[in-house]
């Protein structure tokens, strides 16, 4: 991962400047996801070049930053919604040309099928590959359990409250077994009680699942109590964006991580950050 940038690495209590090289995993894991030199243009306007990283199996990376700094672009490309116009990017060391099972997509809205059941919702894309009725059902009832769900498996989407729903969309992407899971600011409509709880709720299902993330926000609170890693965003077209190391304690889903030294220290650099 050689980018020819330089990125700054932060953890709480101390900032050191790696090369990018020196940023990636170690040689002995291949990346679940990889850009290499990645360059994107639309309608004649460059978006990001030359821009470079490697994301973990089972990691979670948080995209932070303003709109229209290249976030969600990002999010199409690893989804292969969009294409590259220069570089490449890569999934499980093969080369992105196009959607696929092995990416789902969680949006801001959680886009349900408002005359389908919860459990009909969770499994549409198990009834689109043609599995039996009696797999659906099974695999419906487990991912409606995985996301706090259970007995809400016979309503419908207008009987559930914004967090629920969101639950739904969830337990959705989950029941097609995606390697990745990109998640587009999902929390953002809703209070900040029920962000919170979902915000634990996704830490609690990568620990059971395994399942890498890239994670989409705004929030400098929601980005440092999810992620692994920060990458914070300003302006791709040069390639260059500073990448945060999150250290905070164990369990990650404790919701007293936002009260930890460690969690209100990084905040404050990335704030002071963002100002500047």
């Not at 672009?73 to 490449?88: C, D, H, K």
């Not at 302006?235 to 930890?260: C, Y």
Request: neutral net charge; proline residues 5%.
């Amino acid at each position: 991962m050689n980018t020819g940038a330089r990125i700054l690495s932060i953890v709480p209590d101390k900032a050191v400047e790696l090369a990018a090289d020196e940023a990636g995993v170690s040689a002995s894991a291949r990346p679940m996801l990889k850009f290499e030199r990645v360059g994107f243009e639309y309608d004649g306007r460059s978006i990001m070049r030359n821009v470079s990283f490697a994301v973990r199996p089972g990691e979670l990376v948080a995209l932070l930053g303003p709109s229209g700094c290249g976030k969600t672009t990002i999010l199409n490309l690893v989804a292969g919604f969009l294409q590259p116009t220069e570089g490449v990017a890569f999934i499980d060391n093969r080369e992105i040309a196009g959607p696929g099972p092995d990416r789902g997509v969680v949006f801001q809205a959680a886009a349900l099928f408002n005359w389908m059941t919860v459990a009909d919702n969770i499994s549409f894309s198990l009834r689109c590959a043609g599995r039996p009725k009696a797999e659906r059902q099974q695999v419906a009832e487990e991912m409606a359990a995985l996301v706090g769900l259970s007995g809400f498996e016979n309503s419908y989407p207008y009987q559930l409250s914004g967090g629920m729903r969101q639950r739904v969309g969830l337990a959705r992407v989950l029941a097609a077994k995606p390697k990745v899971m990109l998640m587009d600011e999902p929390f953002s409509a809703l209070d900040v009680q029920t962000r919170e709880v979902l915000q634990e709720e996704v830490l609690r299902i990568r620990e059971r699942t395994g399942c890498t993330i890239l994670f989409v926000t705004h929030s400098i609170d929601e980005a440092v109590f999810l992620g692994d890693r920060i990458f914070l965003l300003t302006d791709l077209k040069d390639g260059a964006f500073d990448e945060l190391a999150v250290d905070l304690p164990s369990p990650r889903d404790s919701g007293e991580n936002r009260l930890h030294p460690a969690f209100i220290r990084l905040r404050e650099m990335i704030y002071r950050k963002m100002r500047h």
